[in-house]
């Protein structure tokens, strides 16, 4: 059973200003891939408190990925990658990459998210954009992608 924690980054959800539909699809996205949700948080556009959460959901053990929503951008409060970046032990580019370049395929802004992905420990985490839209289709990025990555990670490494 794959397990997914999802941490919403963002200011406004935190202060309970705006709703959270992204969070909701990505939970929706868990749930009818039939996978585990290990936990929903949301903290504020806070370097100290994503990396807190992200270190804390890998020494767990029990969560394969991580997805991060928000906090990719150009603004000045988007920290998320910076956040994430050194706790990474591996960096995984070419997730990042292809979100991107999915992204770019509705819309140039798509070339401004800042997002990574990585690997700690067996854990792969991923910095998704904020928009509901941008992490519907960041989704569909991961779907063919999470499955045999956590087979990876999980040690079952031999070639089909």
Do not use: C
């Not at 935190?14 to 009818?32: E, K, L, M, N, Q």
């Not at 951008?73 to 591996?90: C, K, N, Y």
């Not at 854990?123 to 569909?140: C, D, F, K, Y």
């Amino acid at each position: 059973m794959i397990r997914i924690a999802i941490l919403t980054v963002s200011d406004g959800v935190a202060a309970g200003t705006r709703d959270d539909a992204a969070g909701a699809a990505a939970v929706g996205w868990v749930s009818t891939n039939g996978w585990a949700l290990a936990e929903h948080t949301t903290v504020a556009d806070e370097r100290s408190l994503i990396t807190a959460a992200l270190v804390a959901w890998v020494e767990r053990g029990d969560v394969n990925l991580i997805l991060t929503l928000g906090g990719t951008g150009f603004g000045p409060r988007d920290v998320t990658p910076e956040a994430t970046l050194p706790i990474l032990e591996r960096p995984a580019p070419g997730i990042a990459e292809a979100l991107r370049a999915a992204g770019r395929e509705s819309t140039a802004w798509a070339s401004l998210s800042r997002g990574v992905a990585g690997i700690r420990g067996a854990t792969l985490i991923v910095n998704l954009p904020g928009s509901e839209t941008a992490v519907r289709e960041g989704l569909a990025v991961l779907q063919s992608i999470v499955p045999h990555a956590v087979e990876l990670l999980d040690g079952r490494t031999e070639h089909l």
